[in-house]
């Protein structure tokens, strides 16, 4: 068992970081609105740091899900910093999904620190965070990521290292490519249906066992058929995530026509007041 430090208790980071807590690790917390972390202890014990360098003093490995690129830079750097608390062979693995520039930046700082650096998003979302059934990406040096499994392990259903520094969070952006395109074939499909007159749940029990069946089939066709949008991963969360894979394609020269059109759409769900929405609200635009 180690000792390891979780910054940030969202949706995602407070059920993983009780996974770990499960586990027998010794874990310590810490989050931008202190009641969180008070919550959190209060479940499952542990205890709470003021700022991420008290809470990564001493610490085996410290493990981050945070919002984006400029969150995660401020839990990192400076005086308060969780670099400024770690000790030279801690390792920081960082679940949250950000650009392939911040995680060189931040691996850069953490390498002249003498800190290990993994980059390591999830997929998965809320449910599967709850569940410890994440699927996570992984990149950055092999003996880092070796000695950082057995941390992950506590809530993941898959953990693979994909390549060095950066790896992890690319993987992230070709599995929010995949995303874009499935749920908006799903969305076009069940508004189809539903036009054409069809009982669209039945429809679906037939399709999702052939070559059409897909997870989010199984698990977003019925929040589109009721207009009930609470289910997890949010629509600002979606552009931002799709932002990032947009303005990699543009830096290295691929070309995502369906990713840049699915993103406009979110962005109309948006407008139409759903940024906190979940992702399958993409059908409201259709209706």
């Not at 990564?56 to 410290?62: H, R, Y």
């Not at 997929?123 to 070796?146: H, K």
């Not at 874009?180 to 054409?196: M, N, P, R, S």
Request: proline content about 2%; some cysteine.
């Amino acid at each position: 068992m180690a000792k390891v430090a979780f910054l940030g208790l969202g949706v995602m980071g407070f059920p993983m970081a009780g996974h770990l807590a499960a586990a027998g690790h010794e874990v310590t917390v810490y989050n931008r609105t202190a009641a969180k972390a008070e919550s959190w202890v209060a479940k499952h014990g542990g205890r709470m740091a003021a700022t991420p360098r008290e809470a990564a003093l001493g610490q085996e490995f410290v493990l981050a899900c945070v919002g984006n690129d400029d969150d995660l830079r401020g839990i990192c750097g400076g005086a308060d910093g969780a670099f400024s608390g770690m000790a030279k062979g801690a390792i920081f693995i960082d679940h949250t999904t950000v650009s392939a520039q911040v995680t060189r930046e931040l691996h850069g700082l953490a390498q002249a620190a003498g800190i290990g650096f993994v980059d390591a998003p999830v997929s998965g979302g809320q449910a599967g965070a709850e569940n410890g059934v994440l699927s996570v990406m992984c990149g950055g040096d092999a003996g880092q990521y070796a000695a950082a499994e057995p941390v992950i392990a506590a809530y993941a259903r898959i953990c693979k290292r994909l390549g060095d520094t950066g790896a992890g969070q690319i993987a992230k952006m070709m599995n929010q490519i995949c995303i874009a395109g499935l749920v908006q074939g799903l969305a076009e499909a069940l508004a189809f249906g539903e036009k054409a007159g069809m009982d669209c749940k039945a429809v679906v029990e037939v399709i999702s066992g052939g070559a059409a069946g897909s997870w989010q089939m199984n698990n977003r066709h019925k929040p589109m058929l009721d207009d009930h949008f609470t289910h997890g991963f949010a629509v600002d969360w979606m552009r931002k995530d799709l932002g990032i894979c947009l303005a990699t394609a543009n830096e290295i020269g691929a070309s995502l026509p369906i990713t840049a059109l699915v993103d406009q759409f979110y962005k109309d769900v948006q407008n139409m007041g759903g940024g906190r929405w979940d992702t399958s609200s993409l059908i409201k635009r259709l209706k």
